[in-house]
């Protein structure tokens, strides 16, 4: 059982976190929602001990083991998969060293060699027999990888296996399905499923957390607290619903009374007016004096609803993090062209034989397994990385606009400075100008302010957004253009691409984003690029 009661915790002088308190029992697992920015994130890394509170406590078994998948490896310099993943890098399947230590035990000649490895195996043995609890399919990726030059899908698998390796008794997920294939968001399901402590998961894929929570815990970005629900996501989403459609129908409610009641003043005040204006009776003005007191009287009850705590404020729609569209630059009808491309990463072969022709208003999405090439192809594109034969053209003319897979990576030395400092890099436009543009993404004072590497990835995926709004391009590459952002945000940024008049390449296993956006679908399969 892990147990949170009043915990309270801030960041740079900004409240995240505000007195909340939840309770997750061995088998639950609880999908953790919110919009961008709401604090989820930091809920994880304050459960996994990274964070201390300000006030309040989280209280778990004594002894009990964490596995935590956090967000923003790929952010680590020059690390090696051997030194971030110790016990995941090279396939550390107990399974497979059992096979190995059977068949050293067949040849072992030495009695005192063959007593160690009969040890090793009955303990793997009784390791295996004595814990039920599920392992991620174990990764393949050698120990001495560059972490830097894998994808986020192979990098995510590492992660996965690493935390299936150290046997933990409370599960942690940020983003756990980012850069996967659907076989890879299986897996993890399947594992969170299989899970018997709780497990306690971020994330903005819907299908996902109705296929695995059991609760949702929903974070409120403006008072900071925090909700517990039962049910799936979709249960959830139906019960927000539910409490909008009552807000609304209690709001327009109250405005009908108080508009009939205004309606009743204006109308005691017109006949006071009236009878004033028509005598100089004294009984009369006297009558019409008491009339008129009614009325003040009516506008006291008036204020004072108004202020009272039955007052319904008007409900305030979600807002969507994402504004404008993306402008395009007029270019020559072809965009991009590729002819008989090959494709290596430290002489490995992924792609061959490419011909591909891009025009200007086509939409491509391009889909496959982790580690097919996909983002190699996009950096490709870019000049970044070296085609090994064939020849890839971007138009002369072509304005190019990319969006990582990791924002990271994108913003360079720039994590110190601010939102607003960085995109007068950008494009000439005064700070005043800048911060009323960005607030347009959801990017209040505090943050404008606040530097790069400390903003949330749904906030620096905000920015890299805004950042190609503010960019004539006549094509874009979108790596997985919608990770980290909320519903609303996915759902406003969707909107905002299909006014697009440029060509658009797009990397996504997001099957609701890609059947919106493509107008061709194009899927790496054993080396080959092939349209579906």
Do not use: C
């Amino acid at each position: 059982m892990l147990q949170v009661s009043g915990l309270t915790l801030s960041l740079g002088g900004r409240t995240i976190l505000q007195d909340i308190s939840f309770v997750a029992n061995a088998g639950e697992r609880v999908g953790i929602v919110g919009a961008n920015g709401a604090g989820k994130t930091t809920l994880l890394r304050a459960l996994a001990g990274e964070l201390a509170p300000d006030r309040g406590s989280i209280t778990r078994p004594a002894g009990s083991r964490i596995g935590y998948l956090r967000q923003g490896y790929t952010e680590t310099p020059t690390a090696n998969a051997g030194d971030l993943f110790p016990l995941a890098a090279g396939g550390d399947d107990p399974g497979k060293r059992i096979a190995e230590l059977a068949e050293a035990m067949a040849e072992e000649a030495d009695p005192d060699g063959l007593a160690a490895l009969s040890a090793e195996y009955d303990r793997l043995i009784m390791e295996m027999a004595g814990d039920a609890r599920p392992t991620p399919v174990a990764s393949a990726i050698a120990p001495e990888a560059d972490v830097s030059r894998l994808s986020g899908g192979e990098v995510t698998r590492l992660a996965l296996a690493q935390i299936g390796a150290e046997r933990p008794d409370i599960l942690l997920l940020d983003e756990p399905t980012n850069h996967l294939d659907i076989d890879g968001i299986s897996e993890v399901a399947a594992y969170v499923r299989g899970f018997a402590g709780p497990v306690l998961i971020v994330s903005h894929d819907r299908a996902f957390l109705d296929e695995v929570a059991t609760h949702i815990l929903a974070l409120d970005p403006v008072e900071h607290t925090a909700e517990m629900f039962t049910g799936s996501y979709t249960e959830f989403a139906d019960e927000q619903a539910r409490r909008a459609a009552e807000r609304w129908e209690a709001y327009r409610r109250q405005q009908r009374e108080e508009r009939k009641l205004k309606e009743h003043i204006s109308a005691i005040e017109s006949r006071a007016r009236g009878i004033e204006n028509r005598t100089i009776d004294f009984h009369y003005r006297k009558r019409a004096k008491k009339v008129a007191r009614r009325a003040t009287t009516l506008k006291a009850r008036l204020e004072r609803q108004a202020e009272g705590t039955g007052h319904v404020d008007r409900p305030e729609r979600t807002p969507g993090g994402f504004a404008g569209g993306f402008s395009s630059d007029r270019s020559a009808s072809r965009v991009l062209s590729a002819a008989d491309v090959t494709i290596e990463v430290e002489g490995r072969r992924l792609l061959e034989d490419v011909d591909l022709v891009v025009s200007r208003g086509e939409r491509l999405a391009l889909v496959g397994p982790n580690g097919s090439g996909k983002t190699t192809l996009l950096r490709a594109i870019l000049g970044r990385h070296p085609v090994a034969a064939g020849e890839l053209r971007v138009g002369p003319s072509v304005e190019v606009g990319y969006l990582a897979q990791e924002d990271g990576s994108e913003f360079g030395g720039a994590l110190e400075a601010d939102p607003v400092s960085y995109l007068r890099g950008v494009v000439a436009m005064s700070r005043v100008e800048i911060g009323n543009f960005l607030h347009r993404f959801l990017f209040g004072h505090d943050l404008l302010s606040t530097p790069i590497g400390k903003l949330s990835f749904g906030e620096r995926r905000r920015l890299s957004l805004a950042e190609l709004v503010l960019k004539r391009t006549s094509l874009l590459l979108l790596d997985e253009p919608t990770n980290h952002l909320d519903l609303p945000s996915r759902e406003a940024f969707e909107e905002a691409l299909s006014g697009y008049e440029g060509a658009a390449i797009a990397v996504s296993h997001d099957r609701y984003f890609v059947e919106r956006f493509a107008d061709r679908t194009l899927a790496i399969e054993g080396g080959r690029l092939v349209e579906q």
